[in-house]
């Protein structure tokens, strides 16, 4: 990925209001990835909804971080289940037309 398209993690920071500690410990429980580049971090721009999200359950809604992690699993497993049922959905249309 070339460095022109990630957001340096500071800045992030900066307009969230939030600790740099707090984005490394997101990636510490594997929530969001951490890309260092000359030391640097840097954040992938296709997180930032997640971690946006993320940021809003933790500030607004006040829910610690293994709870932010649950709510995070469970709603990537609803994506993931949802997607797989579209493919089920499309698949009986094409059994139902024959």
């Known amino acids: 990925m ?12 900066t307009r969230h209001q939030v600790e740099f500690a707090f984005i490394n410990s997101l990636h510490e429980f594997g929530l969001i990835e951490i890309i260092e580049v000359q030391q ?5 721009p296709e997180e930032l909804p997640k971690l946006e999200q993320i940021v809003l359950f933790n ?3 006040e829910i610690n971080l293994e709870g932010v992690e649950v709510i995070i699993r469970l709603l990537e497993r609803v994506n993931q289940i949802q ?3 579209n493919i089920l ?3 009986l ?3 139902e037309s024959l």
């Open 59 to 61: 500030k607004e809604l």
């Open 83 to 85: 997607n797989e049922m």
């Open 2 to 13: 070339m460095k022109e398209n990630l957001i340096p993690a500071i800045e992030f920071c």
């Open 93 to 95: 249309r094409l059994y």
């Open 40 to 44: 640097t971090a840097f954040l992938n």
């Open 89 to 91: 959905r499309n698949r």
